[in-house]
């Protein structure tokens, strides 16, 4: 049987490296893989998952993608992980927010083989909640406070509204190890650890609440849904809550870092998000109902807790 084509377009970020690096995990693998990447291509990623394909393609232009189409094919599956994803860079610049984190260069690629029968499992994102109640669900209304979580209500919309086959995942914070090829972004727990034991006392917000995410249970589901497209190719249209199952704020998951550590708590100084001046409304309460998830996938995704142990752990004693 022939392989089936998957094309993660913004392999070279984090959660694409995590999701190249699981695809390309499993054994006498039923897939081929290829990615795409803004800038330079990432060598050591490269060299790890040697059976990859990268490509150069420009998201707003859509410059690259008919490379992709002569020499990879029409993809069966197409994760899309490319955004502009720190909403201080949107609020200051809309316009490429916009441009990027709605996909319409490649919505339209896609709507160009002559069989829609391609899957598009595109990350969104908490931040299209308003972030006035706890546990949203998917059928609750979309009022972003920002301009990322805007572009992301847009993207949903044009997806929605201009694809076949879609599967919209909903991704609270992310949290795992650190890439194969590091990226420049700071990681939140290692963040915290590593502030942490310098000893400093250091502000966490107590008034925020998310529902973080263990990188592995995202490429996990990505590969659920992946698996269910290919065996079934019933028609998918989904929706779907991608967060952890628990509902913390920045002050509890340093409190959790500091048990995992044997850190003292006294380092932890609980302040109000409302007294920094981030540059960019932030919503205080989008933690996410992942009842949904869990009942489509049969899945359970990993407690806070054990996703911050497993973390520290993967990356040894500071």
Known sequence: MSKKR??????????????????????????????????????PLISAIP???????????????QTISHSFGQPHVVVN??????????????????????????????????ESNTLLIHLSTDQVYEGVKSFYKEEDETVPVNVYGKSKVAAEQFISTNCPNYAILRSSIIIGPQTISPVPKSLPIQWIDGVLSKGDKTDFFYDEFRCPVYVKDVVFIILALTNRWIAEGKQMQLILNAGGPDRVSRAQMAEAVADVRGYSTTLIKPVSASSVDRGVNSPADISMDITKLIQTLDTSPTSFKEAVRLILESQGSS
């Open 6 to 43: 998957v094309l993660v377009v913004g392999g070279s970020g984090y959660l694409g490296q995590h999701l190249l690096q699981g695809f390309s995990e499993i054994q006498c693998s039923p897939f081929d893989l290829a990615f795409t990447h803004h800038s330079t291509p990432p060598h």
């Open 51 to 65: 059976h990859s394909r990268a490509f150069h393609v420009n998201l707003q232009s859509g410059e690259g993608f």
């Open 81 to 114: 992980c490319a955004a502009i994803s720190v909403p201080r860079s949107c609020e200051m610049d809309p316009a490429a927010a916009m441009s990027i984190n709605v996909p319409s260069s490649l919505v339209k690629w896609l709507s160009s083989f002559d």
